[in-house]
């Protein structure tokens, strides 16, 4: 079983940054693959990025690819997406998720977070 709690979601201008986190518990944290979703009002979720098991691997969404970065540290149970150059268009709730194998589609991943909010104004 792994728990995950996510934090640093905000209000930003456009053009702004910020950098999510997602706390898991348990002590086996670096046996999954960590992936990004997120859900704006009205759509589906949809995939962001995911990192392999060690970080030396990530995939990106192509609306996210060169803004986003995926990244974990493994001593602290940590996955982050660092995001700039952040639009409109990236308002939504971010979630983590926790998966056995890589893979872009929701069912990939058994355990998620509860989400946080991101707003970008225009």
């Known amino acids: 079983q792994v728990q995950l709690v996510e934090s640093g979601g905000g209000s930003v201008q456009a053009g702004g940054s910020l950098r999510l986190s997602c706390a898991a518990s348990?002590?086996?944290?670096?046996?999954?693959?960590m992936g990004w979703f997120r859900q704006a009002p009205g759509k589906e979720r949809e995939f962001v990025a995911r990192?392999?098991?060690?970080?030396?691997?990530?995939y990106y969404a192509d609306s996210v690819k060169g803004r986003f970065t995926i990244s974990r540290d493994n001593a602290k149970n940590t996955v982050y997406l660092q995001m700039y150059s952040l639009t409109p268009e990236d308002t939504a709730v971010y979630y983590c998720?926790?998966?056995?194998?890589?893979?872009?589609?929701?069912?990939?991943?058994?355990?998620w977070g509860q989400g946080t909010q991101v707003t970008v104004a225009s």
């Open positions: 990192i392999s098991w060690g970080g030396s691997t990530s």
């Open positions: 998720a926790a998966g056995r194998a890589p893979g872009i589609g929701a069912d990939n991943y058994d355990y």
């Open positions: 348990g002590h086996t944290f670096s046996r999954y693959v």
